[in-house]
């Protein structure tokens, strides 16, 4: 599904935990900045800033969204932190909450392929579709995520995850269901798509 957004999007993916740095699943496990998420966070708080400058006009006209997960929320505020503003001041949404593995949350892909190799096998055959025993696939996330998309009404900063990132490169960018679900999502960097295209700053 190819969704046709009218407004500016950035997106923010969490810094690191200390499951990102072991390569554990995270899913919708609610774990907390690391030292280095933390200082990534603040970073892409400062490339917003290079990005919108400190005209309160100007980031008066985004709205500023997080997904519910700590690690999103404690993104946000520090990147709000160190553009100057608020660091509270934001909504969150539901919908961007990161796609759940399941009971493959916790483990590392070489411990699935252990424990599952068939299903681990077929994962690696069609990412996209393939859905995780009692997780979400991405194509399931997409279609959570395109009643959000639809109701994006002004530019807006979201902080979000891996997974919710590579669905919107498929719906905002067409990149491919068998490339989105491998295209690098990079912490403490910042994501922008706009009319139809995405850049990495």
């Known amino acids: 599904m190819i969704v046709e957004l009218k407004h500016r999007l950035i997106f923010l993916r969490h810094g690191e935990t200390d499951w990102n740095a072991e390569g554990r699943l995270q ?83 070489p411990e699935v392929q252990a424990v599952e190799p068939e299903l681990a096998r077929q994962r690696e055959v069609d990412k996209w579709h393939m859905q995780p025993p009692d997780g979400e696939s991405y194509a399931m996330c997409a279609q959570r995520l395109e009643p959000w998309l639809a109701s994006v009404s002004q530019d807006t900063i979201a902080v979000a995850h891996g997974g919710v990132a590579r669905c919107l490169l498929n719906m905002l960018c067409a990149v491919a269901h068998e490339r989105a679900p491998v295209c690098d999502i990079w912490q403490g960097r910042v994501l922008v798509f706009e009319a139809g295209r995405y850049r990495w700053i």
């Open 27 to 109: 899913g919708q496990r609610d774990i907390p900045l690391n030292q280095k998420g933390m200082a990534q966070s603040e970073a892409a708080g400062r490339t917003l800033r290079r990005i919108l400058g400190r005209d309160p006009d100007v980031l008066a006209a985004y709205d500023f969204i997080a997904s519910p997960l700590t690690r999103a929320r404690r993104t946000m505020e520090l990147a709000r932190g160190a553009i100057g503003l608020d660091p509270f001041a934001y909504r969150v949404e539901p919908a961007l909450v990161e796609l759940t593995f399941g009971r493959w949350e916790g483990l590392t892909w």
